[in-house]
């Protein structure tokens, strides 16, 4: 993981600009900048954070170190650049990355850098989702639909997060801080990292299986409804028109029966749609 100020560095070489140039940017002071990057003052604000990221057109992720891919892909970009004939100084040179790093990086004594690996695959020429299939790398599963195509079904799976955070964004303000800054935000702070790995689970669950509903908690005052609720929409959405119509006289012929029976008719509508049985 890339020290704050060393990553900070990398990006403002990539990037073309110098720290002075960058505190302007972000409005501070070059001696408060400098200080912050050296670890002489507190945490930086969020937005001040954002900022910087945005005009380095780099992630929050990669300046706090939390956007290391957890494979095995430098030795991969040891073979594609002895394929290209291409020394380590020169890729260096090129990207703007330091020759150390590569080449810590192909020996496997860092992890990789999701941004720093965007920036070499540039100069390779390809995507890193390019990269990761030639090299045997990218194994998750594809849905038939695609055909094998990763572009595609990434490009789907990207906008999948997009509608999902326009649909959220009113009721769920979260669900934007977490699709555009990788992290929750509360009042300006950031969840900690303890947090993170529990926010992503969530996130992923939700992008992951958007039909899936959990039954409810007996010991949360509500939760029956809202399951109920839950159920209701879900079928809505993806049930054919006669069995929205089914649920509905359902509903209406027991709608003075308790929220626990009405819930056993929308189960039984759900499986009929997502289980194949009765």
């Known amino acids: 993981m890339l020290p704050l100020n060393e990553a900070v560095d990398i990006a403002m070489a990539i990037k073309g600009y110098n720290k002075k140039k960058l505190a ?5 002071s070059p001696s408060a900048f400098t200080d912050f990057l050296n670890g002489k003052t507190s945490k930086l604000d969020i937005t001040k954070a954002q900022k910087i990221a945005s005009v380095l057109d780099c992630t929050l992720d990669y300046l706090v170190g939390n956007d290391t891919i957890n494979l095995d892909i430098g030795p991969c970009i040891k073979e594609e650049r002895d394929s290209m004939n291409i020394s380590s100084k020169e890729l260096s ?28 695959c540039d100069y390779f020429s390809t995507t890193i989702l390019e990269f990761m299939v030639k090299y045997d790398l990218y194994d998750e599963y594809i849905p038939e639909v695609f055909n094998g195509d990763v572009e595609a079904y990434e490009s789907f799976k990207k906008a999948e997060r997009a509608d999902a955070m326009k649909e959220g964004s009113m009721k769920y303000p979260e669900l934007k801080d977490i699709v555009e800054k990788g992290m929750y935000v509360v009042e300006g702070t950031p969840a900690r990292r303890s947090y993170k790995f529990d926010l992503d689970f969530a996130v992923e669950r939700i992008y992951g299986n958007p039909k899936g509903v959990w039954f409810w908690n007996e010991n949360r005052p509500g939760d029956l409804e809202a399951c109920l609720d839950e159920y209701i929409l879900v079928i809505q959405q993806y049930g054919s028109k006669d069995l929205i119509n089914e649920l509905n006289r359902k509903l209406k012929e027991n709608q003075d029966k308790p929220d626990e029976e009405k819930l056993d008719i929308a189960v039984r509508i759900y499986f009929k749609i997502f289980g194949g049985r009765e």
């Open 24 to 28: 302007e940017k972000i409005e501070m």
């Open 93 to 120: 040179e090129e990207t703007k990355i330091p020759e150390l790093i590569i080449l810590k990086y192909e020996q496997g004594d860092e992890e990789v850098s999701e941004f720093l690996l965007g920036k070499i």
